[in-house]
């Protein structure tokens, strides 16, 4: 494969997953979205005439010139169309042609779907009432006897119960190869487990159909050790990009963005690229980009191994206020020193077994 073409499915790949967030639809959720579709378009309806500002003091055509939304979607697909080697982004199998088609027509056919059911309870001038969940509603994430084994008979998780509640703070400790980035890969269903269940969000993350995983990964922010930010794009691209994919109006989105660079506090960095910035301010962008769509959950896989101990302490301050603002946070870490620092809830992996899962708890305690 060509230099740039590796290039182009590295950062790709962040942008198919994000590309692929666009699908809409759960079974599952069905009255639960129809309720929040009434909301948002009552309040989108509210809001439209008093919005004139862009919350941001700069020239539009800084950010904006080169980014007519539409186009900037049509061409990422095509981009993807084009480039991405088929069949293999990481462990994500995707067909790209076959999956844009079929997330525009389960789009539509789920649309017009959901239309004929709000016309149907309008008429009837009842609502159902929402299906029960099997999970309390304060439960995020559940996983039951979840095992994974990619070698038959050696598993890399083996029988873990975990249960995490909306707004928790939790930390995912444990040696390298003890399984963490498997849970991770599980949770967002780049992998299905061998045995076991797991529920992110309502969603019963093994039994999702394809279509419908974009959907499930909505749910969770995600960064990474090696921040893996558009190299070609400024910050503020950087950012807005996630929020293009999921075609957010551009007018939200020029409130949205600054107020988010705002949050992780590169407000005045938005013009630069990411070859310009520090690790850290490079991993808050990363920060910025999983947070910018409003994902209930934010994952964060080691996202301090490449940092420096102030810029560590940074970014935990920052995932410790991101929690504070009600986004649930789990981060897996083999830091001990800000581990036993936070005073959070600390489960700690060894060779694929849950071995302790602490209130608040330090690296190591069972040792
Ligand atoms: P951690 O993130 O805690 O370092 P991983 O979840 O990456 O651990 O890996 C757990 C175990 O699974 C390790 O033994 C690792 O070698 C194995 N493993 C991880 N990914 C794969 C894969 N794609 N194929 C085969 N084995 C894997
Ligand atoms: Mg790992």
Redesign the pocket.
Known sequence: MAKRELEDSEELRAAIDDLNKKVAGDPEREEHILRMEETEEHEAESRRPAETEDGYDLPEEEFTEDYDDEIAVKNFEDRINDTVPMGGIG?IVISSDEALREDRELRGAEASERRTRREAVKKEGFRRKRRKGKHADDVIISLEGVS?S??KG?P??NDVNITIKKGEFVFIV????????????LLLRE?KPTTGSIWVNGFQVEKLRRGRIPKLRRSMGIVFQDFKLLKDRNVYENVAFAQRIIQVPSREMKRNVPDILATVGLAGKYKARPNELSGGEQQRVALARALVNKPPILLA??PTGNLDPRNTIEIMKLLEKINKDGTTVVV?THNDKIVNEMQKRVIT?KK?VVVSDEETGGYGDED
């Open positions: 462990d994974k990619y070698v050696v890399a998780l444990g040696d390298s190869g003890s399984g963490k980035s498997t849970l991770i890969r992998l896989d080691e897996v992996i694929g």
